[in-house]
């Protein structure tokens, strides 16, 4: 998606690039300097050029162009020198937005790769190269490329662990030309400066390999430019890591490497680094470095753990306060409702104690003025009664305290006595069913074994009674009008029965109406306190029926809603007690038989 606000100089870059032939684009691609270079650095305006740098695809046209030869490219070297400072400057500082995995993992990676590989070229070239005007115009080129690479670095540094990886780049520092060499290391050592942890995720054969060539070009190259490179370079490494010392102390490949550099004249350009070096290299000055650095280290702990301590002391001080001041306010709030509790204490007692004063002036007042309307004679028999008063009064008292009190402590086994009473009886009553059950479906027993002697004896019974009762021969004809008039004599019966039945329902029924009627009568405030409609509840027979009905249905319903706790005392007969507002019913919604409407 293209950018709204485009700046119309990358506008018409962009469509001269796209509108050109292959071999004018990097030509024209130049004009991005001269964009960059009159932009203020920093700004937002050149964060904006960079987007629509990218949005336009020039940058990745600056890749294309790095990676053709230079032979058709018009410019030479020079061109493709200032394409990579054109590329590195868009590279950094560009926020990409949506493209952001493609410019991070993509992008940025195959850039450093072609600086590495275009420096490999410049490399070739240069010490292919026999003018000394081409050598010179080619370490120029060579310089800026390593420029262009060192700024795209200091700007993304998570492309340093790709370029100290690359073969090209092991290539670049095993050269055997000074001036190329000492260009590398010096890029070596700024990525160190920038990052050196990366140094440490490389392979282990690679990091061995730059290892080597940095040792070798520091003990065999006889340029004191690049031996002062390496040496620096070392110590930065020895300094960053101690598993790079370990490796230099204690490898069988690096052997005598202490040994050789003390052979070098103390008077050298780099003799304080060398030293340096050499004194990391002694077991004993690096036992002394590793001691002070373990120190160092514990006083940094202890510094950043009592500066946590002060700051965490520091932060709780206000809260620490504010609960100090709670505490003393409550501890004064309590000593000041303390000593108002006495004060008023002290006052209700003086109180109380001036009303007892008073209560004896008035009495002893009150007897005097009896005493005065009382005969001499009656003074003593006075007395004698006010005192009988008195213990009678005392005595009540006294009574009624102790039977309270002793009625407060048999109050719990009084309630554990009926509580018990209540689950005995409720116990028994339970049993009592459980036995009639068992009566009820028990099986039936049958009779016992029969001797040999009860038998004959039972027997001789029968033999007697039907010798003394001999039966009666009877003709069918008969048997047969007996069993008819057994018939007939049954079947008048059973019909009787039935009229009896219905009659005695009917009985029942006028036993019933009349208990009710007679209970509800019983009932029935009298005629100067009836109100209302209770004196109509008695003009027909069915309103008292169905007023009992009301009452024995209510009765029902509350005895089977009520808790199974408060069924446990009560007798199968016992009635509930219903309230007059339930009971109270609309008998103008019923049916009443035997009224006619007004």
């Not at 600086?115 to 026999?130: D, Y």
């Not at 690359?166 to 055997?176: A, I, M, P, V, Y």
């Not at 590793?290 to 809260?319: M, V």
């Not at 001041?325 to 000041?336: A, V």
Request: glycine share 4%; proline share 4%.
């Amino acid at each position: 998606m293209k950018p709204t606000g485009t700046d119309p100089r990358i506008l018409s870059l962009a469509a001269e690039v796209a509108k050109s032939p292959e071999q004018n684009v990097p030509v024209i691609l130049l004009k991005l300097k001269e964009i960059i270079n009159n932009t203020p650095l920093g700004s937002s305006e050149l964060k904006k050029i960079k987007q629509d740098i990218y949005c336009y695809d020039l940058i990745q046209y600056c890749l294309l162009v790095l990676s053709q030869d230079c032979s058709r490219i018009q410019g030479g070297w020079t061109t493709i020198s200032q394409l990579t400072q054109i590329l590195s400057h868009c590279c950094v500082g560009l926020e990409p937005g949506e493209d952001a995995e493609e410019f991070y993992n993509e992008l940025l990676p195959s850039a450093a790769e072609n600086f590495l590989v275009l420096g490999r070229r410049l490399q070739t070239c240069f010490i292919n190269a026999a003018k000394g005007e081409e050598k010179d115009e080619l370490l120029h080129s060579f310089q800026i490329v390593t420029d262009s690479l060192f700024w795209l670095l200091g700007g993304h540094v998570q492309l340093i662990h790709n370029v100290l990886q690359s073969d090209h780049f092991l290539h670049l520092l095993q050269t055997d030309n000074v001036q190329i060499g000492s260009t590398v290391m010096t890029l070596l050592q700024s990525i160190l400066q920038i990052n050196s942890g990366d140094l440490l995720r490389i392979e282990g054969k690679t990091l061995h390999s730059i290892l080597d060539e940095v040792v070798f070009k520091l003990l065999s190259t006889p340029s004191p430019v690049i031996r002062s490179t390496a040496t620096k370079l070392l110590l930065l490494m020895t300094e960053s890591h101690q598993e790079i010392l370990i490796l230099l102390r204690l490898s069988a490949c690096y052997k005598g490497l202490r040994s050789l550099l003390n052979k070098y004249e103390p008077g050298t350009e780099f003799s304080q680094e060398l030293e340096q070096l050499i004194a990391l290299l002694t077991p004993t000055v690096y036992q002394e470095v590793e001691e002070q650095k373990l120190h160092q280290a514990a006083c940094l702990i202890q510094a950043y753990w009592k500066g946590f301590q002060t700051r965490k002391r520091l932060k709780k001080l206000p809260s620490a306060v504010i609960t100090l001041q709670r505490s003393f306010r409550s501890k004064r709030t309590k000593m000041l409702l303390k000593i108002n509790k006495q004060k008023e204490e002290e006052h209700r007692r003086l109180q109380l104690q001036l009303q007892r004063q008073r209560a004896m002036r008035l009495s002893r007042e009150l007897r005097l003025r009896m005493l005065e309307i009382v005969h001499p004679g009656q003074v003593e028999k006075y007395n004698r009664e006010i005192e009988e008063k008195s213990a009678l009064i005392i005595q009540k008292h006294w009574r009624g305290y102790r039977e309270r009190k002793n009625f407060r402590q048999q109050r719990p086994s009084l309630t554990e006595y009926k509580a018990a009473v209540i689950l005995q009886r409720a116990t028994l009553k339970f049993l009592e069913k459980c036995r009639k059950k068992k009566k009820l479906f028990a099986p039936w027993q049958g009779l016992q074994d029969l001797t040999d002697a009860r038998r004959v004896e039972l027997k001789q019974k029968v033999d007697d009674y039907l010798r003394r009762h001999p039966s009666s021969q009877m003709s069918d004809v008969t048997s047969r009008e007996l069993h008819s008039q057994a018939q007939e004599q049954l079947q008048h019966y059973l019909m009787g029965r039935a009229l009896e039945e219905r009659a005695q329902q009917h009985r029942e029924a006028l036993m019933a109406q009349i208990s009710t009627n007679i209970e509800q009568l019983m009932k029935a405030p009298s005629l100067k306190e009836a109100e209302g409609k209770e004196p109509e509840l008695f003009l027909s027979r069915s309103r008292p029926v169905a007023a009992k009905a009301k009452q024995v249905h209510l009765t029902t319903l509350k005895h089977i809603q009520a808790p199974w706790w408060k069924k446990l005392g009560e007798e199968a007969g016992d009635e509930i007690d219903v309230p007059k507002d339930e009971f109270s019913i609309e008998l103008g919604t019923l049916f009443i038989g035997g009224t006619k409407p007004p």
